[in-house]
């Protein structure tokens, strides 16, 4: 049984096949729409550039070729873990001998601000679509990578956009004040107004007032703050809950017959030593495996550094790791052009590393995290010594 039908639910239905396994698999999704992915909402999707056809994770016949029961518009409301039991929003009730959660996360609002368009779902892009087509001002109330991709996509549809930030820099929590910067005058760059350390006071169809009186007007105002793990399910069933699901490394959640994975899940990372939640993606696209293999009964470990993407403008970035109490950030290649690459370095080893508009190098900069040894600052800035080579210790190839 897999609750959630989104990229991770259904991932999980993919390896369990995979895996062999012939049993009954129920995947139950609240959404209408079979389970499809997230990041082309706020890129092609929203620009026009691609359809929904290209956003779904299986072909539509996928689920009765491989026979598995998908249920769209079934809103699961309770785990009745005694009866091993989920309940469905009619009241109807469906047994499982394993269960998945993949719930997800919603976006979080602004309270206050009900007529605002937040960035979630297909019919959330086709709302922004309407917007970017008529109007002429947008107001994006975070700069995360949301709200950062929402500026660009309204800014290539010729639109004004006003993005406001509570922070002294966008995307500061997830790169650090070196890093935040590029994005910063990636935006400006582009004509967008970038406010930063604002308060946002009320927020309405009409535009935004901020707490210093400033009114900004805007034809429609998205509201891309973060977002909060849909976490109610397990909490009700006693789960442990705190900020997602807590899972182990093999993602098996404090029930031994329930795993969680995906946005949803906070899970036991080895590497780092400490649970983390990712948001992410390749995350909900490789956890699944390792929640499948646990719910046939063998113990996998999911280790996989954190892996995201985005795309802005002409800027493509991967970043790949953690960047968890870093002391130093180095480039790598030629910032100001934006053609690079960003080494965050905690104790003299590489924690995280984000290329910018250079391509295939992900494998050596997971290799050097992965390595733990300390690196040559001059060898790792160096763009003419290959990544395979800037560890200071030799002795030991990396991992
Ligand atoms: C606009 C946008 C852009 C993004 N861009 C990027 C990007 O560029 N790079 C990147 O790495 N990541 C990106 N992401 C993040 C990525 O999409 C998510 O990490 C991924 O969707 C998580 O998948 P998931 O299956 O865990 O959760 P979700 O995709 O949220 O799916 C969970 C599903 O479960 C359903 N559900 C919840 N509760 C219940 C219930 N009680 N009963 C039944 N169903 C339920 C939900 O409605 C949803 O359909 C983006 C996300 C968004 C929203």
Redesign the pocket.
């Known amino acids: 049984m897999i609750?959630?039908?989104?990229?991770?639910?259904?991932k999980a239905a993919e390896v369990l096949r995979e895996k062999g396994f012939d049993g009954r698999i129920v995947l139950?999704?609240?959404?209408q729409h079979r389970?499809y992915?997230?990041?082309?909402?706020?890129?092609d999707l929203l620009t026009g550039k691609a359809d929904r056809e290209s956003a779904f994770v299986h072909p539509e016949n996928w689920y009765t070729d491989h026979d598995v029961d998908l249920r769209l518009g079934?809103?699961?409301?309770a785990i009745d873990r005694g009866a091993r039991e989920v309940v469905l929003g009619d009241g109807s009730r469906v047994g499982y001998t394993k269960l998945l959660l993949?719930?997800?996360?919603?976006?979080r609002s602004l309270p206050g601000a009900d007529a605002t368009l937040r960035?979630?779902?297909f019919g959330?892009?086709e709302a922004l679509r309407q917007v970017l087509a008529t109007g002429s001002r947008l107001a994006v109330v975070g700069a995360g990578?949301?709200g950062l991709?929402v500026a660009a996509a309204a800014r290539q549809a010729g639109l004004e956009v006003t993005v406001l930030e509570a922070l002294e820099l966008p995307l500061l929590p997830a790169l650090g004040r070196e890093a935040a910067r590029v994005f910063a005058d990636l935006h400006v760059e582009h004509g967008v107004d970038l406010r930063l350390g604002v308060q946002v006071a009320e927020a309405g169809p009409g535009g935004v007032r901020l707490a210093d009186g400033t009114r900004i007007e805007a034809d429609a105002v998205l509201v891309g703050i973060g977002?909060i793990p849909?976490t109610?399910?397990a909490e009700a069933a006693g789960l442990d809950v705190d900020n997602g699901i807590q899972v182990d490394e093999h993602l098996r959640t404090s029930d031994p017959d329930i795993f969680a994975?995906?946005?949803?899940?906070n899970a036991y990372h080895p590497l780092l030593g400490r649970h983390l939640r990712?948001?992410?993606?390749?995350?909900?696209l490789k956890q699944p495996a390792v929640a499948a293999a646990g719910m046939l009964g063998v113990d996998a470990v999911y280790d996989e550094l954190p892996?995201?993407?985005?795309?802005q403008y002409d800027l493509g970035m991967e970043f790949l790791g953690h960047p968890d109490g870093y002391d130093r950030v180095v480039f790598r290649g030629d910032v100001a052009a934006r053609e690079f690459i960003a080494f965050w370095l905690k104790g003299g080893k590489v924690v995280a590393g984000m290329n910018v508009n250079v391509w295939d190098v992900t494998g050596p900069i997971k290799a050097l995290i992965r390595s733990g040894s300390a690196v040559d600052i001059d060898r790792l800035t160096d763009p003419s010594v290959p990544l395979a080579d800037v560890n200071t210790d030799r002795s030991g190839a990396p991992a």
């Not at 993949?102 to 976006?107: D, K, L, Q």
């Not at 994975?261 to 899940?265: E, F, I, L, P, S």
């Not at 990712?278 to 909900?284: K, R, T």
């Open positions: 609750i959630g039908a989104g990229l991770a639910g259904a139950l999704g609240d959404e389970p992915e997230r990041p082309p909402l706020s890129k079934a809103a699961v409301t993949a719930t997800g996360a919603e976006p960035l979630r779902r959330d892009t990578w949301v991709e977002a849909n109610a399910l994975a995906g946005d949803v899940a990712v948001e992410h993606w390749a995350n909900a892996y995201f993407y985005t795309d």
